[in-house]
């Protein structure tokens, strides 16, 4: 295990000066929206609002790698003298790091996100400088105060471009600006989770596969309710899943929450759940970036509820 | 031996620590943390109770294992937010540092 105090002030200076964790500019890695089709934003319509999740696995996987090798050897000590990431992992060092096939496998997941609800006739539009990090890792650590200011940042900037209705992707970003902003900032935006934006005309057939399992991110499923959601989803379209008995409100954690201060203690828990998960012997659907990438390095089949939801409707 | 401070809990009520009296130390929480790690989070309430104060900041970076899954918060017979309590924790333990 990392001193949490070094990596709390690792991050702490990353999104003080690039306002996300990883120390790259975000218009670096967020890249996903130029091959989207271009967004007009109409009186009334929603922001996109991704928090720069999905786009960031790559690179968050990237500096996983390193910090596993460092956890436990005798280097561990020096990432307090460091402050950042050595210099090969930071801005175009970590762009070298990350494969190509991850950037496209997690940018294509937005991509059918929006296909979905432009198919769905819901109202919203995307535009990058509208679009940040939401804080929810300095959150998590326990840095009170940078996650406040950086929140306040955000929840400024908004406002000054008018946002009242915002749509998320992911639970984490979901769970910071339906829960936590209203009551660190006083912000007051109607916050939706994509899948509940999803209507489609006509109930589809079946895709005439076996069913899927369900793995819930914790945030849905306890902390937000919002498990039923993607359910509502699948059900709509004919989609069979299964549940296994650690599911909704009483899910098992994926372990990725433990990835920054110890990959050792997440490889440790995402075995347990990735044993509950096999158990049903089916391929795994869950709607988390986080989630996603961990229960891929358990080598479970996965993929995310968009793909698969994309897939049918494609 | 460790010194108790019979106000720490009130001092906690800055960190957003305010539910830990309610504590009756089931242990239900240790029981269904994923982490199976020496009664925690039970444990560390237990300090909180008795205001051991010097035992948390010794153990102070177990509280960084919490993965914050909820599940003890969603289980605690006595709403007494285990969960959110380490979170607490956590924001004291960052507080004193930056103030060191
Ligand atoms: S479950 Fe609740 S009452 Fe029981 S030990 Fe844990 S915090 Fe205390
Ligand atoms: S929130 Fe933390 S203490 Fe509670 S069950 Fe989950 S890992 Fe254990």
């Known amino acids: ?314 | 031996m460790a010194l108790v401070n019979p106000d720490f809990a009130a001092e906690l009520k800055a960190y957003g620590v305010d539910t830990p009296l309610e504590c009756f130390n089931c242990g239900t929480c240790a029981a269904i943390c994923p982490l199976l790690f020496e009664h925690f989070p039970r444990k560390m309430i237990r300090y909180v109770q008795v205001g051991a104060k010097e035992k948390i900041l010794q153990q102070a970076e177990d509280l960084w294992r919490c993965l914050h899954c909820g599940l003890c918060t969603q289980t605690c017979p006595r709403q007494a937010n285990p969960g959110e309590l380490i979170l607490g924790l956590r924001r004291y333990v960052v507080a004193q540092a930056r103030r060191a």
């Open chain 1, 1 to 314: 295990m990392f001193n949490p105090q070094d990596i709390i002030d690792l991050l702490a200076a990353n999104v003080r000066q690039t306002r996300n964790p990883f120390g790259v500019p975000a218009s670096k890695f967020n890249t996903w929206w130029k091959d989207a089709g271009g967004f007009t934003r109409r009186p009334g319509d929603a922001l996109l609002f991704t928090g720069l999740m999905y786009q960031a696995i790559p690179y968050i996987e990237a500096t996983t790698r390193y910090l596993e090798r460092l956890e436990g050897s005798s280097w561990a000590g020096y990432l307090r003298y460091s402050r950042f990431l050595p210099a090969s992992l930071r801005g175009r060092g970590l762009a070298a790091l990350t494969s190509a096939a991850g950037k496209k496998k997690f940018n294509g997941i937005l991509h059918t996100i929006c296909r979905l609800l432009k198919k769905s006739g819901a109202g919203f539009f995307y535009h990058p400088e509208m679009d940040f990090y939401s804080g929810i890792l300095l959150y998590d650590l326990g840095d009170q105060d940078g996650f406040i200011k950086h929140a306040q940042f955000v929840d400024k900037t908004l406002k000054l471009h008018g946002v009242s209705k915002i749509i998320t992707v992911d639970p984490h970003t979901t769970y910071a600006l339906k829960e936590l902003y209203p009551k660190y900032t006083g912000a007051t935006f109607e916050v939706q989770p994509y899948f509940s934006q999803l209507q489609f005309q006509a109930p589809a057939a079946g895709n005439g596969k076996p069913p899927v399992v369900l793995h819930d991110p914790c945030l849905y499923g306890r902390y937000l309710q919002l498990s039923e959601g993607p359910r509502r989803v699948l059900k709509n379209l004919n989609l069979e899943y299964v549940d296994v008995r650690n599911c909704g409100e009483f899910t098992s954690c994926c372990g990725g929450p433990a990835e920054s201060v110890s990959p050792a203690l997440n490889r440790e828990i995402l075995a347990r759940r990735a044993g509950e998960l096999k158990a049903a012997a089916a391929p795994v659907v869950t709607f988390c970036p986080i989630c996603l990438a961990n229960l891929l390095k358990a080598g479970l089949p996965v993929e995310d509820l968009a793909s698969l939801v994309g897939r049918h409707m494609a």
